[in-house]
């Protein structure tokens, strides 16, 4: 069975917890339409059996995965980068312009994707009053989300990940959630965090090439 394959029955499987008064689910793989890109997407760039190193995000908001059903991809980049045909606005996000700079800058997306897998510590999104939640914005989801966001890494590491080190995409309470995580259940044996992309796009942006050079290196590293 082909990482594609896994990756593609995981995402067919998810099953949103309950959540508290006020918050959705943003839960774009349940429409079919999404679910064919994604399969379209996996099965061009995971058609193998080789591991990746993960690279954990969030969670999906609207206009990237919350759209695409793939990660830090938004409808501009899935056609401009990926080759990937599909009937989404093409709009952009932030901070898919720069994963996406990154990936140009590493190689392209083969090369890239054939050596790592970007998720996020919840696979699915959340959205209050039509904007984007995290899942560590209010505590009843936290609380609600974790026994979901445990299985979702536990299954993800099963279909093929290097669990020497992963990379947090995001350096305060996104690293905190999984650092916590993986004390107790030991996914991982280091955990290297680094800036988000939004904080980079909407306030470091004229040092963006900075940033991705520490990407670069710290991806390098890792290797």
Known sequence: MSLAT??????KSLKPPPLPGGIEVLFPQQKAEVMGIVEKFFSKFYNDDYPRQLIFGINPGRF???TTGINFTAPRQLKDYCGIEHPFP?????????????????????LF???????SVSPLGFVRNG???????????????KPFIISSIQNQ????????????????KNFKFLTSLNEEYKFFRKIIPLPHPRFI?????????????LYLSTLNDVS
């Open 6 to 11: 896994r990756i593609i029955a995981f995402y």
């Open 64 to 66: 990237g995965a919350g």
């Open 90 to 110: 093409a709009q952009s996000e932030l901070s898919a312009e720069f994963i996406y700079e990154l990936i140009a800058s590493f190689g392209g997306p083969a």
């Open 113 to 119: 994707y054939r050596r790592y897998f970007i998720t």
């Open 131 to 145: 904007t984007n939640v995290n899942y560590y914005d209010n505590k009843a989801l936290e609380k609600a989300v």
């Open 157 to 172: 590491v099963s279909f093929g990940a290097d669990t020497h080190e992963c990379i947090c995409v995001g350096e305060d």
């Open 201 to 213: 796009m909407q306030y470091r942006r004229r040092q963006k090439k900075k940033y991705i050079d």
